[in-house]
């Protein structure tokens, strides 16, 4: 078993949105999805840079960090 650099792309296999707040550092609304990377492994993380109504399954995603 090995390290193995991500390229960061990913596919958005499901999402929901939350409309109420629960912490005023996480404005609403905020989307969360189930993304596949590229090379396989598959988690949980916010989707940002997109509206949520035009967030779709199986849509291109590529990873994003922030300072949060």
């Keep these: 078993i090995a390290w193995q ?8 296999l499901s999402h929901c949105v939350t409309r109420r707040p629960y912490s005023p550092d996480f404005p609403v609304p905020l989307v969360h999805g189930l993304v596949e990377l590229a090379e396989g492994p598959r988690f949980i993380c916010r989707i940002v840079g997109t509206a ?5 399954e199986g849509m291109a995603l590529k ?4 300072a949060q």
């Design 5 to 12: 650099r991500a390229s960061g792309r990913a596919t958005l």
């Design 52 to 56: 949520p109504e035009k967030v779709r």
């Design 63 to 66: 990873a994003a960090f922030d």
